[in-house]
């Protein structure tokens, strides 16, 4: 008899869905299909993840049993040998260089809080390890929104439904959020109007009825821009100000210092479309305004996300069922779970911010000796890659890697460790995306070999010798100590999802949970730290001599970050690296459309077509980021270009304040070559 077993999809994506997985009586998976009752994905997955058991499950190029490296070559071993080998040089480096020169790498290959949050954080902090700063993602933008609410926690996305203006700033949802767009095309049918803020002519923005081009990095003078229209022509709401928000009259000067001519020069947009904005954004009612990461990989993010967090208090949006502010909706996950439990004390050992893996890797002293890399590919999706290629491969390093595949973490890995797919272990799965909180539970025995996560660190804590009994936990108990008495393991395993608590109108009557319990138009928690306590424009890191503005985002229906850019039907699908260039540039390059060409800087050089078009404006070019090294011409994919620095307020990447040149090929100039 086939059963059904009821799970969620494990990607870093905010639409979490709901699948179901049809297994047939000799416990093989036949389908995997969305859940057609989830109200948010309504049974849809995505162009990832439609073929999840062909693509992950059951792909023949998966890592099945565990790997050693011996004379070079990388051979087959059993598992006791992988982990009493593994345990022992851990123990020997430990013994000569101390645990801080231990690292683990990883982010959030899978979302679950049982395989991506609780075990591999216990055995670290037990061993005493570095710590590894996971700021890629949310950080930036998350520290912007709670300098000025407190918190990040916005409205319900599900709401966007009864927004009448709703403004995508910096996200791209079709590609990024999908499972958003059928909310957002109803809120159209009934009339809202839908405006795109994306330096980028992307996906979302060609379906959009405006989109508004701003030089990348100046979206906090076009808030400032909006606030002086809005203030101006008097079109705040004064009640709302007055009773829930701190330093209106501060707010009102600097305002007055972003007229629109102001903010056409630094934006590049016309003063009329400022203008019109703001009366829209201030008059069309309910009006919100979504987010997600886009424009937070710059040195000036948080500061970014802090001044579009004030709009919605200025106007009163957040009175409205619909109105206000959506980013990421972790809080509210958060505070439905006893998700602290998770966690072992942090020891107060030496951090390593993930951004700067590359240069850990080849400069720091002490040096990092052992590198752990499970759920996450630093090779591919962290910054100067160049850099990070260079340490993956040092001699003296002695790496593992647990994954699904063969990526190009593992080139010259020690041990090379199979893990097990979502469909094969349990977990409770969180979200930033939506309120649904999720149990996926194994509808498969692992294949070949593999482990999950949690299990991988159970064993390796037991031939340590570190000794915690929440080291000893099982799967089944994590989830059940992180769910309180309102939400039971039970009621999970009958339902598969539950909707946790979110406020309709959170900030309707104030509220907000910052110091003063106001919306901080002024800061003081950031004069405090030295920081502009007013929202401000701080323009981006300058041209480093190279004078295009590269944005290396999502951009790919085909990659999840770099999961899946390693499987052939979806690298075909993808087709070749494309680097979108304005007319204007391309013809003072000499540019054809569909030319080969080379995109480089300082820190490297890669290879890509030219689309020459309407996509960017001149002096802005755009790569979809997620290409393996390995697997893109040249041997270099975009984070080759892109800045390793950390942003001071925020600790997250600027990555996207990367500057390039783009030229003919073949490539003869100033000595950039091209590594293969
Ligand atoms: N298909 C697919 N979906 C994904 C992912 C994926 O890799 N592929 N990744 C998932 C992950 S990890 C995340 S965090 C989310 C991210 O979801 P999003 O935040 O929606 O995605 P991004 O592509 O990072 O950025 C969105 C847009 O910001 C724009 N942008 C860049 N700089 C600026 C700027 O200075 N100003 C403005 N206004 N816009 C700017 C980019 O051009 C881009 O179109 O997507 C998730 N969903
Ligand atoms: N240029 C540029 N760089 C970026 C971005 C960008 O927009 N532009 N986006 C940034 C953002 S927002 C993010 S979130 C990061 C994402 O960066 P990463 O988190 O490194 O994302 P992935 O490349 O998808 O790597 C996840 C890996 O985990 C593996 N994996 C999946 N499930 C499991 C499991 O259960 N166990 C183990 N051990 N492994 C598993 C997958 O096979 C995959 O290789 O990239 C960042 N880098
Ligand atoms: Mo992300």
Known sequence: MPRTVRGACPHDCPDTCAWLVT????GRATSLVGDPDHP??????????????ED???????ILYPQRRLGGELVRCTWDEAIDGIAGRLRAIIDEHGAESVLPYSYIGTQGMVQGMAMHQRFFAALGASRLERTVCGDNGNAGISATNGSFAGIDPELIEHSRLIVLWGTNTIVTNLHLWPFVQRARK????????DPVRTRTARAADLHLAPRPGTDAALALGLMHVILAEGLHDADYVERHTTGFDALRERA???PPERVTEITGLAADEVVSLARDYATIRPAAIRTLVGMEHRRNGAMTYRSIACLPALTGAWRDRGGGLMGMTGPYIRAATRMDRMFLPEPPTRAVNMLEIGRALTELDPPIKALIVYSGNPAAQAPNQS???AGLAREDLFTVVHEHFMTDAVLHADYVLPATTQAEHLDLMYSWGHLYLSLNRPAVAPQGEAIPNSELFRRLAAALGLDHPALRQSDEEIVRDILGADITYEQ?????????????????DGGFPTPSGKCELYAESLAERGLDPLPAFEPAKPPNGHPLSLVSAKGEL?????SYSGVERHTRAAGDPIVEISAADAAERGIADGQDVIVFNDRGAVLARARVGDAVQPGVVAMASGRWASRSPGGRSVNALTSDGVAPWGRGGDFHDTWVDVAVRPFDGCGHAVSR
């Open 56 to 62: 992950r499950v059951y792909n023949p190029a998966r």
């Open 387 to 389: 850099a990070v290629l």
């Open 558 to 562: 085909h990659f999840l970050n770099s």
């Open 492 to 508: 999970l395993v009958e339902t598969g999802w539950v909707k946790v608590p979110g406020a309709e109108r959170p900030y309707a």
């Open 256 to 258: 007055a210092e972003y």
């Open 190 to 197: 009934a009339g809202a109007k839908l405006v795109v803020i």
């Open 40 to 53: 948010f994905t309504h049974g849809g997955l995505c162009a990832k993840v439609n073929s999840y058991l």
């Open 23 to 26: 297994v047939d009586a000799d």
